[in-house]
Structures are given as structure tokens and as C-alpha cells.
């Protein structure tokens, strides 16, 4: 919630810029895909997606921020929908090559708005009226978002709704398509490309599924933490060549854990400890540092970005053979 409120407050003071980069759709797409049927199989829904298949594999945007709103939009349609279905729907249309616009639709069964929700659902601290506050938890602050990262990218916003009979929220953005990707070179490692023994601390589990996901395709071994305090209880039983440390936990934050890590006298090996955060300020980066961290990733981490962490942090000294 915190984080929410700090984002919000980043992009209302202009703190936030674009963070533009060349990525295939499918990679935004499908951990969005995967998180969505594991929440919806929680509440024994049903999960429809339709994608347009002509749509360019290959775009420029905001990576981060657009699988962000994704998850958003998502996340609001399976907390007001207790049975029936979601469906995410993804088309696009060429305004004049390369651009395109793409548009982004979350429809459910859920709970519906009145017309006067509608005109004020993508405002700040929003949940409907004193029932819905008091039955679905959060401040309301995830639509809000949405509304300022589309502003930020140039995008419209739009909301269909029936009380009693679903809504749909959708998005719809620009984006440049590219033509072509030099595909990496295949690795020279033997087996797995990165044999490492890893810590994901993170208070949010789908935080944590998205980053074991990554990690265990390049080959990692993962444990988890939901603080800082389960991460140090860790550390002494284990042996760990990579730490991902969110910031903001309950019990004890990454930035009081990294620091006893650093002096904890019992162990021998220390890790590489990269902070994962929503907060892409300089001072946030300059605490991490301080307090003894190697390196800052920010929120929400991508494939890629974990692959160049490793490739960068992890060669050329191998793993050893007796972790945990």
C-alpha cells in the first residue's frame, strides 16, 4: 500500500519518467497470463484471454510500467468478481507504420459500478462505498496508478460498467513497432546457464512467483523470505551466491537486513545482494549502496533484466558445490 501511495505521489510530482527499451509483447504478456490463472483458480473462476494475432512481436514503450498496468487492471477485475469469469483481451490497429495503438481490455462478472463510481473509479483511494471498503482490502490506489502511467505514455483510458452485471476497463497505448531482434548468443555454460543458489525476500507472493519463475529458467536453485528477518534465519542455515532484497517489508526492511548481513560475523561467504524495488528515486539507489547492497533493479522486474544481473554479478566465479 505504501509503495502504491509513494508511486502515486512520484508521478504526480513529475519524479517518474518513461523508461523506453525494445521487448517482444509476449514477454509483458504472458507472466500477466500465468498470474492471472493461478489468482482466478483461487476463487474457482474461469480465465478467458483473446489476443489479436497480427500484432507486431516486437515493440518500443515502457516495459515495466506497461505489464504493471496490466496487472492492475487484472487484479481489480478478480477482487470484485466472486463468480463467473475474467477475461483479458489484447488488439491493436497500425496508425501509420511503425506506430501502432494498442488497446488493452479487462471484462468481468463482477460486482459492476453506478454511473457516478464510473466517472471517479481511476481516482485515488476508490473502492465504491463503505461496504466494498470495508469487505475488499487495499486503499484504491492501483486504478490511480493506471490513470498516471497511461497519461504518462500518451494512452486513454476508458470504463463500461452495469451494477450487478460486470465492468470492462481498458487501456489504450502507443507503441513503436520494431522490425527486427539480434537474437543473444547461445551460452558456452555447460547444462544449466546459471547454476546459482538464490534468496527472493519479498512481503508480496506474486512478487516472489515472478521472480522464481525467472530465476529457475536460467538454471537457479530458489529459496524464499517474506522480510528481512526470514531472510537473515535463512542466510545462517544456507549458503546463497545471489540475494534479490525487496525495500518496504514488514518485521524488518531489506535495508536493516543488508546491513547486519554485511557484518553478521559467522558467515564466510557473502552474497550478492540486489535490491528490488517500486521506488526508482536516486536516493533510494544511494541507501542501497550505502548500506552495503551491490546493485538496484526496479519494480516490476523483467527476464531479462534478471539475466543481465546474473551475466553480470555471477561470471566469472562458479557456484560451489555444497550450498543449500
Not at 89 to 113: E, H, K, N, Y
Not at 169 to 185: C, D, W
Not at 234 to 245: L, P, R, W
Request: some cysteine; hydrophobic content about 40%.
Amino acid at each position: 500500500m505504501l509503495k502504491d501511495v509513494m508511486d502515486y505521489t512520484q508521478i504526480e510530482s513529475e519524479l517518474l519518467e518513461l523508461e523506453l527499451s525494445t521487448f517482444k509483447l509476449s514477454e509483458v504478456l504472458l507472466p500477466v497470463i500465468q498470474m492471472g490463472k493461478e489468482a482466478i483458480m483461487e476463487k474457482k473462476l474461469a480465465f478467458v484471454t483473446d489476443i489479436q494475432p497480427d500484432l507486431p512481436p516486437l515493440i518500443q514503450g515502457d516495459r515495466l510500467r506497461l505489464q504493471q498496468i496490466l496487472l492492475n487492471l487484472l487484479d481489480n477485475g478478480i477482487k470484485f468478481t466472486e463468480q463467473g469469469k475474467v477475461c483479458l483481451r489484447v488488439t491493436g490497429r497500425c496508425i501509420t507504420a511503425p506506430q501502432w495503438q494498442l488497446t488493452f481490455s479487462i471484462t468481468d462478472t463482477g460486482i459492476g459500478m453506478t454511473p457516478a463510481l464510473q466517472s471517479q473509479i481511476f481516482e485515488p483511494f476508490t473502492l465504491g462505498d463503505a461496504s466494498n471498503t470495508r469487505k475488499y482490502s487495499g486503499l484504491g490506489m492501483g486504478l490511480a496508478l493506471v490513470k498516471q502511467w497511461v497519461k504518462l505514455m500518451g494512452g486513454t483510458l476508458g470504463v463500461s460498467s452495469q451494477t450487478g452485471a460486470g465492468s470492462e476497463l481498458r487501456v489504450a497505448i502507443p507503441v513503436t513497432a520494431i522490425a527486427q531482434r539480434p537474437e543473444p548468443a547461445p551460452s558456452t555454460r555447460g547444462g544449466a546457464e546459471f547454476p546459482y543458489h538464490t534468496l527472493v525476500v519479498d512481503d508480496a507472493p506474486t512478487n516472489q512467483k515472478i521472480l522464481q519463475r525467472f530465476l529457475e529458467r536460467f538454471g537457479c536453485t530458489v529459496r524464499l523470505a517474506n522480510n528481512g528477518l526470514e531472510a537473515i534465519a535463512q542466510i545462517e542455515q544456507h549458503t546463497f551466491d545471489f540475494v534479490f532484497m525487496d525495500l518496504q517489508m514488514p518485521v524488518m526492511d531489506g535495508i536493516e537486513a543488508t546491513k547486519i548481513i554485511r557484518q553478521h560475523p559467522l558467515l564466510g561467504i557473502q552474497p550478492v545482494i540486489i535490491a528490488i524495488t517500486a521506488n526508482a528515486l536516486g536516493d533510494a539507489k544511494n541507501q542501497c549502496l550505502a548500506a552495503g547492497m551491490d546493485d538496484f533493479a526496479t519494480k516490476p522486474i523483467t527476464s531479462e533484466k534478471v539475466h543481465e544481473l546474473l551475466e553480470q554479478w555471477g561470471r566469472p566465479n562458479e557456484p560451489s558445490d555444497d550450498r543449500c
